[in-house]
């Protein structure tokens, strides 16, 4: 399953590039991620970017107000959905100012990191790290531990 996160705006905080270029570098070996950085502007406007950019691929709003999952959760869902057949996969980022009503209704999931409101490039990071986590659960890598 193709996995694809749509970003509003490039990462600017240095360690949290740094982190998010680490959890690149580590999915790489077990699945095709492409991170998609879409220009910043009014929330609308991103909004009709995200989706445009999310066109095809079943799409997951990262929201504090989504569904809470585990790790072990996150896992069953993402197999779940291979399983019946689901070719892609896209993690939506809102920018600074959160996601437009738009994308939230265009959501097939709404997932939550925390219910704490998460600094948008930190919410990257947590998800990388998440997807990795979760790829070294299916394979039994001791990451996980």
Do not use: N
């Amino acid at each position: 399953m193709r996995l694809r996160v749509c970003a509003i705006g490039r990462p600017r905080l240095a360690y949290a590039r740094a982190g998010i270029e680490e959890y690149q570098r580590r999915l790489a070996r077990y699945s095709t991620l492409e991170v998609l950085y879409l220009k910043e502007g009014p929330k609308e406007q991103e909004g009709a970017r995200l989706l445009k950019a999310s066109e095809g691929y079943r799409r997951v709003v990262l929201d504090e107000r989504g569904e809470l999952l585990d790790t072990l959760g996150f896992r069953a869902r993402l197999e779940a959905w291979a399983a019946g057949g689901v070719r892609g996969v896209a993690f939506l980022l809102g920018g600074a100012e959160g996601h437009a009503e738009g994308v939230r209704r265009a959501a097939d999931c709404l997932l939550a990191l925390s219910r704490l409101t998460l600094q948008h490039e930190l919410a990257l990071l947590v998800l990388l790290e998440q997807l990795y986590r979760v790829e070294t659960l299916r394979r039994g890598e001791p990451y996980h531990r």
